[in-house]
């Protein structure tokens, strides 16, 4: 039973470059989402997909930010231009249904590191 | 208003022992779930535990236990024999209302050392 995957683990760029992050959840889970966390932090919530469709976005999910899952299964997330502020952990996590107290199963993160 | 709080600073603990880590939160919704989780220094999130705001029984995982208290809106939870793997951060978390179609609320986190 293969875990929530993410890639790239680490990814350092230069300001104002575009990047692309992917996470492949757990194969029967349905439900995606995505979180970032900063440094002393805990995770923050993004973005939510049921199957290809993105139920929920926060408001910290700027128009630089964008978050596909084309065909219910994978996801990625880009950020255009990115800024300082973008420094952080990327979160990615599935479930598998809406029984109550299922877990949400997390991947090892992507860290973001702005030059 | 904070949703979640986590004020304990890094907490010690000697191994072997037990030790509880503060967790109170905030909502008016009386459906709720609130899960704890641990981060190793690798940075993976692992659940723990979860407690409904239904359940009349506190949540028991093995060595983890959640202390209830859904009067005073707290949510501790309890390590006994800690073990050196232990030492890691620990999230307490809510979801509101308890099913799967929400996003979780995290507190700020606990560092936890335990010491041979």
């Known amino acids: 039973d293969t875990g929530v995957s993410q890639n790239p683990r680490h990814k350092i760029t230069k300001r104002g470059q575009n990047v692309t992050f992917r996470c492949d959840p757990i194969?029967?889970?349905?439900?995606l989402y995505w979180y970032r966390q900063t440094l002393g932090q805990g995770p923050e919530f993004l973005t939510y997909?049921?199957?290809?469709?993105?139920?929920?976005k926060s408001r910290l999910l700027s128009d630089r930010f964008s978050a596909e899952r084309p065909k219910g299964s994978f996801s990625t997330l880009e950020i255009q231009r990115t800024e300082q502020g973008d420094s952080a952990m990327y979160l990615c996590?599935?479930?598998?249904?809406?029984?109550?107290?299922?877990?949400?199963?997390f991947g090892d993160g992507t860290r973001l590191s702005i030059l | 208003a904070q949703k979640i709080t986590q004020t304990q600073p890094g907490m010690f603990v000697q191994e072997k022992e037990a030790v509880t880590l503060d967790c109170t939160y905030d909502?008016?919704?009386?459906?709720?779930?609130l899960f704890w989780y641990k981060q190793p220094s690798s940075g993976e999130m692992i659940f723990l535990i979860y407690?409904?705001?239904?359940?009349?029984q506190n949540a028991t995982e093995g060595r983890y236990s959640l202390n209830f208290q859904k009067a005073r809106k707290s949510a501790n939870l309890v390590i006994s024999a800690s073990q050196l793997g232990d030492s890691a951060m620990y999230f307490c978390?809510?979801?509101?209302?308890?099913?799967?179609?929400?996003?979780?609320?995290f507190g700020k986190g606990i560092t936890l050392s335990v010491r041979p």
């Open positions: 996590a599935s479930s598998a249904d809406d029984r109550e107290g299922q877990p949400q199963h």
């Open positions: 194969s029967e889970h349905n439900r």
């Open positions: 997909f049921q199957n290809e469709a993105q139920l929920e």
């Open positions: 909502t008016s919704d009386p459906s709720y779930g």
């Open positions: 407690q409904g705001s239904y359940d009349q």
């Open positions: 978390a809510m979801r509101e209302p308890r099913g799967a179609n929400s996003k979780l609320t």
